[in-house]
């Protein structure tokens, strides 16, 4: 079964999707890596060079070679705009367990109030572009999660222990519905 992690900017996607893989010992994989290990650029050089719709196409892609390469029991933790591409909540479905970790917009501006590497939040009005962009993500990501795990205020290991416990159920009801 694999465990796709999606969510907002600072949700802690990546740090979960790793330790998760950890504790589950399934093998961890993070599409924007996959992307710049794929194109050898780094994800602002491709946003710099190429604009955010040829990076949209590039995650599309990744998903679909994800799935084609047919990848079992893995972590996969994504980019916070995948679910934003109605065309990618199929795949992101089949894939796996999809699981949406919710956060606040004043949690992610307390992580990510001086980050450098998200090309989208490199303005000056960054608490009004969280903002704006999580309400018009919120329902992509509703839309597109098997399962909802609330993250803020809580520790990594209890997050942890809400995925570990609920996922296994969500998936053998989700395979029953596929054969239903
Ligand atoms: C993006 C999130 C980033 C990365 C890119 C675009 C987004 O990933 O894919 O900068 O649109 O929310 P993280 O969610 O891992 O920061």
């Known amino acids: 079964m694999n465990i796709i992690l999606i969510g907002f900017m600072g949700s802690g996607k990546s740090t979960l999707g790793i330790?998760?893989?950890y504790r589950m010992k399934q093998p961890y994989i993070?599409?924007?890596k996959y992307i710049?290990?794929?194109t050898g650029r780094t994800i602002s050089e491709i946003f710099e060079t190429d604009g955010e719709p040829a990076f949209r196409l590039m995650e599309t892609e990744a998903l679909q070679e994800l799935l084609s390469d047919g990848i079992r029991d893995h972590i996969i933790a994504t980019g916070g705009g995948m679910p934003m591409d109605p065309a990618n909540h199929g795949l992101l479905k089949q894939l796996g367990v999809v699981v949406w970790l919710r956060i606040r917009p004043e949690t992610v501006l307390e992580r990510l109030g001086n980050d450098t590497k998200r090309p989208l939040?490199?303005?000056?009005?960054?608490?009004t572009v969280i903002r704006?962009?999580?309400q018009e993500r919120?329902?992509?990501y509703e839309k597109c999660s098997d399962m909802i795990v609330d993250v803020d205020d809580k520790k990594v290991e209890r997050i942890m222990d809400e995925i570990f416990t609920?996922?296994?159920g969500v998936w053998k009801?989700?395979?029953r519905m596929r054969y239903e």
Do not use: C, V
Request: net charge positive.
């Open 19 to 21: 330790r998760l893989s």
């Open 30 to 32: 993070d599409t924007d």
């Open 36 to 38: 710049e290990h794929k």
């Open 121 to 127: 939040l490199q303005r000056e009005d960054r608490e």
């Open 132 to 134: 704006e962009l999580m």
């Open 138 to 140: 919120a329902p992509m």
């Open 166 to 168: 609920k996922s296994r």
């Open 173 to 175: 009801r989700k395979k």
